[in-house]
């Protein structure tokens, strides 16, 4: 039969913590986040307090009575644009998608505004971190959650339910009419 004793050196302490982890390393150029697509929603400003907060920040005010205006960013950064086509057509609904593309030299903010009667069932930013989404009417705003690194781009898709035509009628990015 062994026995293991063990015994504390006088003298001798023990480290209090770990050391902290290094940093994660992240390639030039990559956002960090989901790597597939994550669902997401409609919402609207009256979820919650600090949500309401956050999407005051990043639209306008819309004037009352008026649920269908397009919101605008407040300050909408320069060097963003978006390109907007149909990926899948289907008898009921379609998917569609802006590409939106960083041509600056720095990371840039960016807002997509469409406006579609159709009703959205779903959208998503492949394998970059989700952006926010609000919709008042027809409007739906998505905006980032983290700049889009220089010389970048991403994908917003959505599906919508078909309301008339396969296409949204209009589409901006940070202001300006999607290519």
Same mark, same amino acid.
């Given at each position: 039969?062994?026995?293991?004793?063990?015994?504390?050196? &006088?003298?001798? +302490?023990?480290?209090?913590?770990?050391? $902290? @982890?290094?940093?994660?390393?992240?390639?030039?150029?990559?956002?960090?986040?989901?790597?597939? @697509?994550?669902?997401?929603? &409609?919402?609207? &400003?009256?979820?919650?307090?600090?949500?309401?907060?956050?999407?005051?920040?990043?639209?306008?005010?819309?004037?009352?009575?008026?649920?269908?205006?397009?919101?605008?960013?407040?300050?909408? $950064?320069?060097?963003?644009?978006?390109?907007?086509?149909? *990926?899948?057509?289907? &008898?009921?609904?379609?998917?569609?998608?802006?590409?939106?593309?960083?041509?600056?030299?720095?990371?840039?903010?960016?807002?997509?505004? *469409?406006?579609?009667?159709?009703?959205?069932?779903?959208?998503? *930013?492949? +394998?970059?971190?989700?952006?926010?989404?609000?919709?008042?009417?027809?409007?739906?705003?998505?905006?980032?959650?983290? @700049?889009?690194?220089?010389?970048?781009?991403?994908?917003?898709?959505?599906?919508?339910?078909?309301?008339?035509?396969?296409?949204?009628?209009?589409?901006?990015?940070?202001? +300006?009419?999607?290519?």
């Amino acid at each position: 039969m062994s026995v293991l004793i063990l015994r504390s050196v &006088p003298g001798r +302490s023990e480290p209090s913590s770990l050391p $902290p @982890p290094e940093p994660a390393f992240t390639l030039p150029g990559v956002t960090s986040g989901p790597q597939i @697509p994550v669902s997401l929603l &409609p919402s609207t &400003p009256t979820d919650s307090p600090a949500r309401s907060a956050d999407v005051e920040k990043a639209s306008k005010t819309v004037p009352p009575g008026d649920p269908t205006a397009d919101p605008q960013p407040t300050t909408a $950064p320069p060097g963003v644009t978006g390109t907007y086509r149909v *990926l899948n057509s289907y &008898p009921d609904s379609f998917i569609g998608e802006v590409l939106i593309r960083n041509d600056t030299g720095a990371g840039r903010s960016w807002t997509v505004s *469409l406006r579609y009667p159709g009703t959205l069932v779903t959208s998503w *930013l492949e +394998s970059l971190p989700q952006p926010t989404l609000v919709q008042r009417g027809t409007s739906y705003t998505w905006t980032s959650s983290v @700049p889009l690194a220089a010389g970048s781009t991403g994908s917003l898709r959505f599906h919508f339910q078909l309301s008339g035509s396969a296409g949204p009628e209009g589409c901006t990015v940070n202001g +300006s009419a999607c290519g």
